[in-house]
């Protein structure tokens, strides 16, 4: 077997590959393209994708594709194939530089929100030459941006490479300030965290609920959970760590830096990191991360569930966004400094994502927000869904001096240098740690948790950097025509603070306390559902924001909220259809068939002679035909309340119906149905129970 550092990268078009395939002039004037920004010419084009085409042809490859990211949420190709005929009956294979650079797949189907009639539904695909290419399968995939004809975006890339434009336009106006003029651009950097569950095919494919909707819908609780905290970071089972031998070798295949990986809190959930990477190219891989995790579970007879709550009862799975902004000169930005003058930089930059996310804690929150993910926010196991930043002790006591003008001094620490006359120094402190925040510093970077697993990570950096370009521009723009600029900074600063200071929180996020504290006094968010918050998008403080930064044009605004609405009916009407389904045909027949046994095993006994007792089966008799009146019952209101919130008008009153309405009958179906469970003998049970889900795989 070949090692590691023969594997990574052996199957992406990447640097190394393009430096020994491509004649000088072409691979410096992609440099610059890809570096910059700079435009590409037809003929650089054409070069490239003859040696793309070569290398991939040498690889296997008989087919490319335009490999793009619509607001399914999932990524989409359409394979076309190399070959052209040649005049003597044969094919060459052949790929050419406009072939590369824009395609048109008749994606039509894909939900656009009003953005485009079928009619004009041509939508293209522009390559995101960012991104490198790579082979999955037999086919050469080229990474790419999917607009209509009017420009407008039907993708998540095409806005979250905008938001990386707004945000380098603005630090680099910030970086200008403080006197450094070699930095070229500012990107910000993303590590996503992936947990995800591991189940059993054969288990999987007996339950409805999970072949439909991902999760289990029923189930009682098993007698063992998660309680001995004897998952999380365990001795990972052969079974789970031969699939990830081969995950970890097919992502670096594709040049996905897949560094760590862990047994989670819960029993049968696992975690895998990359190594952190500039925002877009973490998405790409994110998403196939994704992919070949489910790819490779089906060979070892698992499936992966990126569900955000699969299981009741048990954590859920989440995706951490760990999150900076690095300088092409290689500096974090987000890093305290060694000088005065860095740690000014650094507490400016600190600042602007406060006020970030205090003005756009909204935002935040839209961008995370499915129906899987309402499961976990606020559930205590994930953050709530009330937005907070964790800045950790020392930092908090800093901005507290600033605040109040006071020297800043702690036990044990030099008593603070004054820098840039006024800033104090300080070193980083990785040692605090809190796991119920949902924006969390960590010593270098901030740690965004609020996203589901099943989440791409674009929505949340869209948001994430386009409100950090807007505090950066609010700032640049005073700071650009200050006449005293350490005082300008200073009060800038203190103003910052004492301005969003309600949103720093470093106590215990999970506290019920907290949440009113958050709400009441402090007058932050608390949208606890999808329903509650999506409407939000299109408030006019953020419609103002993400249009002047050009990062969403109103259209593509109400386009969003329209398919992210739309997605979450759909959804919950799955789950609930699903539901009606197993309990009408599985559940409420096995339950019938144990009864029936009981009530001949009485009658067997009464036949016999009166003196057999047989209270046990009378009193379970009766239980289990109050419960099976419950199930058909509540199965009948369920299936009502579907028809119902089917017929309101708009996905604005269907989500709210949905909410105040189905979820609540779902719930009732499901307490009739889970106390069914544990009174019906096992071999009644027409599905696999989660105690078999969450300890089958070994
Ligand atoms: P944790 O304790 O949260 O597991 P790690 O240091 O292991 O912290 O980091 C988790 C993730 O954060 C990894 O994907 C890592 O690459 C990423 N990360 C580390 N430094 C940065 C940074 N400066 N910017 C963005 N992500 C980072
Ligand atoms: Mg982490």
Request: proline letters at 4%; hydrophobic letters at 40%.
């Amino acid at each position: 077997m070949s090692t590691v550092t023969e594997i990574f990268g052996s199957m992406v078009f990447d640097d190394r590959v393009m430096k020994a395939t491509l004649p000088a002039k072409v691979y410096f004037s992609l440099k610059r393209t890809i570096d910059q920004g700079d435009d590409l010419d037809i003929g650089v084009a054409n070069a490239v994708a003859a040696a793309m085409r070569d290398w991939a042809v040498e690889r296997g490859a008989t087919h490319f594709t335009h490999w793009f990211q619509p607001l399914t949420g999932i990524t989409a190709e359409k394979h076309d194939s190399f070959i052209t005929p040649s005049p003597d009956g044969g094919v060459i294979m052949e790929f050419s530089g406009r072939e590369l650079i824009k395609g048109e797949p008749d994606a039509s189907s894909f939900p656009s929100g009003g953005l485009r009639a079928t009619f004009e539904a041509r939508g293209y695909t522009a390559w995101d030459p960012t991104s490198y290419a790579f082979i999955k399968g037999r086919t050469l995939c080229i990474p790419t941006a999917f607009c209509s004809y009017g420009g407008e975006a039907l993708d998540k890339k095409t806005p979250l490479l905008r938001s990386m434009e707004a945000l380098n336009h603005q630090a680099l106006r910030i970086i200008r300030l403080f006197g450094d003029t070699s930095v070229k651009c500012v990107k910000p950097s993303v590590g996503p965290e992936q947990e995800y569950f591991l189940v059993d095919r054969q288990m999987y494919d007996k339950r409805q609920d999970l072949v439909f909707t991902g999760r289990t819908l029923f189930g009682a609780k098993p007698p063992k959970g998660q309680e001995m905290d004897d998952h999380y970071f365990g001795v990972i089972k052969p079974r789970v760590a031969a699939y990830m031998e081969e995950l970890n070798r097919e992502l670096w295949k594709l040049g996905i830096l897949a560094k760590t990986e862990h047994n989670e809190v819960a029993p049968a959930q696992h975690e895998l990191a990359p190594i952190y990477t500039t925002t877009n190219v973490a998405t790409d891989h994110n998403q196939l991360t994704m992919e070949i995790m489910q790819k490779v579970a089906a060979r070892h007879g698992l499936v992966c569930l990126l569900h955000e709550k699969p299981f009741a009862g048990v954590n859920g799975s989440g995706k951490h966004n760990n999150w900076s902004l690095t300088t092409d000169t290689g500096v974090n930005l987000l890093a305290p400094g060694k000088t005065p003058s860095e740690n000014a930089q650094f507490l400016l930059f600190l600042c602007a994502v406060i006020k970030a996310v205090d003005d756009y804690q909204d935002l935040l929150r839209i961008a995370v927000a499915t129906a899987g993910n309402d499961h976990r926010l606020g559930a205590n196991e994930a953050p709530p869904a009330v937005v907070s930043m964790f800045l950790g002790d020392e930092l908090t006591a800093i901005l507290e001096s600033i605040e109040a003008g006071t020297p800043y001094s702690a036990a044990g620490k030099q008593v603070m240098k004054l820098g840039v006359n006024v800033l104090p120094q300080f070193t980083k402190d990785t040692t605090d740690r809190n796991r119920t925040s949902p924006f969390a510093f960590t010593g270098n970077k901030f740690e965004f948790r609020m996203l589901g697993s099943s989440n791409s990570i674009a929505c949340a950096n869209i948001m994430l950097n386009a409100a950090v370009a807007e505090s950066l521009r609010v700032y640049a723009d005073r700071l650009e025509q200050a006449e005293d600029f350490e005082s300008t900074l200073h009060d800038m600063i203190r103003k910052t603070i004492a301005d969003h200071k309600r949103i720093i929180f470093n106590g215990n996020g999970y506290d019920d306390a907290w949440i009113r504290e958050a709400t009441e006094k402090r007058g932050l968010c608390n949208y606890r559902t999808t329903a509650d918050c999506i409407p939000h998008l299109l408030d006019r403080k953020n419609v103002e924001m993400l249009t002047a930064h050009r990062v969403f044009t109103q259209a593509e605004l109400r386009s969003r909220m329209e398919i992210t609405l739309e997605n979450y009916c759909k959804t919950v009407i799955i789950e609930a259809n699903t539901m009606v389904s197993m309990a009408r045909s599985e559940i409420a027949p096995a339950v019938e068939a144990y009864t029936k046994e009981l009530a001949q095993t009485a009658a067997l006994k009464k036949s016999l002679s009166e003196d057999i007792p047989c209270t046990y089966e009378s009193g379970l008799l009766k239980k289990l035909s109050g419960l099976t009146e419950s199930i058909c019952l509540s199965a009948e209101e369920l299936a009502d309340a579907v028809s119902r919130v089917g017929q309101c008008d708009g996905v604005l009153a269907q989500s709210a119906a949905i909410r105040d309405e189905l979820i609540g009958k779902m719930g009732q179906l499901r307490i009739a149905c889970d106390e069914a469970e544990v009174l019906t003998a096992r071999k009644y049970w027409p599905f696999p129970t989660y105690g078999e889900l969450l300890f089958g795989v070994r």
